[in-house]
């Protein structure tokens, strides 16, 4: 998930690619520091005393230079997000043994395994290969998803024609069409087994911390940057839409003489990523800066249950460009552009009773939908009466001619949905994208 909230005011960056992919230029008004400079989460953290090191391939990866800010030291792999854990854990344990002598200090750890490509070595053992897939998932959703669109759905693969790097003999474990349950499964257990050996390197970089003795003398925070559909809205192995599964992350935190008397306890409340960096800072004691949308919910880990937020506002616009408002058990996801899937303007989906956003009933909840984009307009309103720069980079990506993900070969795509059998996609598309399609 990309934070939404701070990023009309300071950030901008809002996609992969184009105007909205590097953050704002302050200007005029940038002084020797710039505010970027002085008020990163790192930087906070370096005010608290703390050595600040990283061991990530993610700056490189993205060209997002930004992410260096506020490091004390920087450990690039050098794979641009290819690595498997053996090529970070070795590096990180050396680290561990030169230098956890000393005190105070931050040490993030970025692992890609469980990132497509799947790519869990042959070797290791599959544990789940005997698990039922999960109960929602059937041949049904299979066959509809079939004959649906867009890039990385059921029969287009990675891309819309499923051409991608990833799918070569270098990745045995990653599959492409879904063109049975079988190849659900492979997704499903490449998946799990992604996140099964990125626990293990974790548990080794843990067991290091223990033979130094420190291990419950050590904050440990363990998160993700954005979660993954699996199906749902037939997106297959990837992050392409603002909905529940690509915005909802995990988030582990241990923090002694803090946590200890809530171990075990779920925090079902809503936040945004970003509010765990204000809780960090917080906990820490430092001050959380004023331009900064972030909010602490450290009062959580003294037993105030209910600190949280009404409402998200989650935007996507590397492969749409939607905005949704996830409050009470719904989402409601508004498409500025639908990355050529389909999706109706608008999707409600309720969340306790329909959990993998199989039933979009927006046209059957007027007041449910009216809510959420009273709730959009509002937050937007909002952001732009404090934002940095005077404009908004959702609307920056769509006047570029939309998201990176979906501007080279749709014209070809066209052609190809025609010659698999899918017109009626393929005149739905060119219907409701006429600023392509009416310049022919």
């Not at 004390?72 to 854990?85: I, L, T, Y």
């Not at 070809?412 to 009626?424: H, K, P």
């Amino acid at each position: 998930m990309r934070p939404v909230c701070p990023v009309v005011r300071l950030y901008g960056v809002e996609g992969h690619g184009g105007t909205a992919a590097d953050p704002f230029l302050e200007g005029k008004e940038r002084w020797f520091h710039s505010n970027w400079g002085i008020t990163n989460w790192m930087h906070l953290l370096r005010e608290q005393g703390l050595r600040t090191v990283t061991f990530s391939p993610f700056a490189e990866r993205h060209s997002a230079w930004q992410w260096y800010a506020g490091y004390s030291e920087m450990h690039n792999p050098g794979k641009r997000g290819e690595e498997v854990a053996d090529d970070i854990t070795p590096s990180v344990l050396d680290w561990i043994n030169d230098n956890t002598q000393s005190d105070d200090w931050f040490l993030h750890v970025n692992y890609w395994d469980p990132h497509t490509p799947y790519r869990t070595p042959e070797e290791y053992e599959n544990p789940f290969k005997d698990d039922p897939i999960p109960e929602w998932y059937t041949e049904e959703v299979r066959n509809k998803h079939w004959h649906g669109c867009g890039s990385w759905s059921a029969q287009d693969g990675m891309g819309y024609g499923g051409s991608h790097p990833y799918v070569s003999p270098d990745y045995p474990r990653q599959p492409n069409k879904m063109t049975s349950l079988k190849e659900i499964r492979r997704m499903f257990d490449g998946y799990d087994l992604g996140i099964r050996y990125a626990d293990e390197h974790i548990g080794r970089v843990l067991s290091a911390l223990n033979e130094k003795g420190i291990l419950e003398d050590t904050v440990i925070i363990i998160s993700g940057d954005h979660g993954e559909n699996l199906g749902e809205l037939n997106i297959y192995y990837d992050h392409q839409t603002a909905d529940q599964f690509t915005a909802r992350v995990p988030l582990i935190v241990h923090w002694p003489g803090i946590t200890k008397s809530m171990a075990g306890v779920t925090d079902t409340n809503l936040h945004y990523q970003f509010d765990l960096a204000a809780t960090v800072v917080d906990l820490l004691g430092g001050d959380i800066p004023d331009n900064w949308d972030a909010k602490s919910f450290a009062g959580m880990f003294q037993g105030y249950t209910k600190i949280g937020r009404d409402y998200l506002v989650i935007t996507q616009a590397a492969h749409t460009c939607q905005r949704s408002v996830r409050f009470d058990d719904y989402i409601c996801i508004r498409s500025y552009h639908d990355g050529f899937h389909n999706f109706p303007d608008i999707m409600l989906f309720d969340l306790k009773d329909d959990p993998y956003e199989q039933n979009n009933i927006a046209k059957e909840n007027p007041e449910k939908v009216g809510k959420a984009m009273k709730i959009l307009t509002e937050w937007q309103s909002k952001m732009m009466r404090t934002a940095t720069q005077p404009s908004d980079p959702l609307f920056t990506v769509l006047k570029e001619g939309g998201p990176l993900h979906t501007r080279d070969g749709i014209k070809e795509y066209i052609e190809r949905l025609r010659d698999t059998g899918r017109e009626d996609c393929a005149q739905e598309i060119i219907d409701s994208h006429p600023e392509i399609f009416d310049k022919e």
